[in-house]
């Protein structure tokens, strides 16, 4: 079993709003990854979890806050967003050694008005 | 700092086709290349994992090698199909980047019936 979940599919928000965006995996891995990708761009890292601590935090702006409760998930806070912060976000679970694959999400698509 | 190049940007065959398609890197210090797939607003598929003292890897109709020295893999698709339509990311996992991927900007690939 290689699946990653993430709940919402779709999420619209106002930037006054406060939201979280969910990631779920059960296949045991203890590196958890959120990305962001807009249009017709690569994903980019935000944040990494090894071990439900945070290891790497790309400079993201602190209106995205991340928490890993357990192993098992991954959520990412959401607030006072702005409109460029619309994409797709995309959580990724895979083995903290480095020889490993990565295993997606399908993604939360997010609107931010 | 690793910079990931995929040629070409956008590419149009007829069904039936064999394809390739290009990744560069420009630092060879890596533990392995992936090759993923993303269908429109989805999140990517594994496709390929090479590790950095492998030369190829394949599944099925693909096929991807690489050659460390020059910083370069590619990706064949044997018999293409209209199903094969995606955007095909190239990712490296660096030895001194410690979690991250460095992506390239993708291939989109459409495959005409």
């Known amino acids: 079993d290689t699946e990653v979940t993430q709940t919402p599919k779709h999420l619209v928000m106002g930037m006054t709003n406060k939201k979280s965006l969910k990631c779920e995996q059960h296949?045991?891995?203890?590196?958890m990854y959120w990305y962001k990708q807009k249009a017709k761009k690569p994903p980019e890292l935000m944040f990494v979890?090894?071990?439900?601590?945070?290891?790497i935090n790309e400079s993201v702006p602190s209106r995205f806050s991340p928490e890993c409760p357990n192993s098992s998930l991954l959520n990412l806070h959401l607030h006072a967003l702005q409109p460029e912060d619309s994409a797709l976000y995309l959580c990724?679970?895979?083995?903290?050694?480095?020889?490993?694959?990565?295993?997606f999400g399908p993604g939360t698509r997010l609107t931010v008005l | 700092k690793q910079e990931v190049t995929q040629i070409p940007a956008a590419l149009s065959v007829p069904e039936g086709e064999n394809l390739v398609l290009n990744c560069s890197f420009t630092d060879s210090a890596i533990y392995n290349l992936q090759w993923f797939r993303q269908d429109p607003g989805k999140g990517l598929t594994s496709l390929l994992l090479i590790q950095s003292s492998q030369r190829e890897q394949t599944s099925g109709r693909l096929n991807a090698s690489l050659d460390k020295s020059s910083g370069r893999s590619t990706l064949y698709i044997a018999a293409s199909q209209p199903g094969d339509s995606a955007t095909y990311l190239c990712?490296?996992?660096?030895?001194?980047?410690?979690?991250?991927?460095?992506f390239g900007e993708g291939t989109q690939l459409t495959v005409n019936p």
């Open positions: 296949m045991g891995h203890r590196a």
């Open positions: 990712a490296v996992r660096g030895r001194t980047s410690g979690s991250r991927l460095t």
């Open positions: 979890y090894s071990y439900e601590k945070l290891s």
């Open positions: 990724a679970a895979g083995a903290p050694l480095s020889t490993d694959t990565q295993y």
